[in-house]
Nanobody, 123 residues
Framework: QVQLAESGGGLVQAGDSLRLSCAASGRTFSNYNMAWFRQAPGKEREFVARINRSGDNSYYADSVKGRFTISRDNAKNTVYLQMNSLKPEDTAIYYC????????????????WGQGTQVTVSS
């Protein structure tokens, strides 16, 4: 089973950009579908984006479509989330997640999670 570690979060102003990274352990990273979720204080975890094993199919929540891009580099065991035109409502802890068996926007189908990285967007 892979282990995940997010990085790249920080404090930015509205309209700025950030790129989050999720580094995975092991040699089987390419076998996993990957996704990003986020959770704001007092709110449920919500889906952000997902990408398939080969990296040629991605899907986004409507709230981030056109602004965020998910990508992966299987040679580097890393998945990325490029976030452009950030808004205050994007403020949350962002989690990387992996699913061996499914590709989904439902958190229940992801078996491995990172510890999260904080993204704060000021107005």
């Amino acid at each position: 089973q892979v282990q995940l570690a997010e990085s790249g979060g920080g404090l930015v102003q509205a309209g700025d950009s950030l790129r989050l990274s999720c580094a995975a352990s092991g040699r089987t990273f390419s076998n996993y579908n990957m996704a990003w979720f986020r959770q704001a204080p007092g709110k449920e975890r919500e889906f952000v984006a997902r990408i398939n094993r080969s990296g040629d199919n991605s899907y986004y929540a409507d709230s981030v479509k056109g602004r965020f891009t998910i990508s992966r580099d299987n040679a580097k065991n890393t998945v990325y989330l490029q976030m452009n035109s950030l808004k205050p409502e994007d403020t949350a802890i962002y989690y990387c997640a992996a699913s061996y068996s499914y590709i989904s926007a439902d958190a229940r189908f992801y078996s491995v999670w990172g510890q999260g990285t904080q993204v704060t967007v000021s107005s």
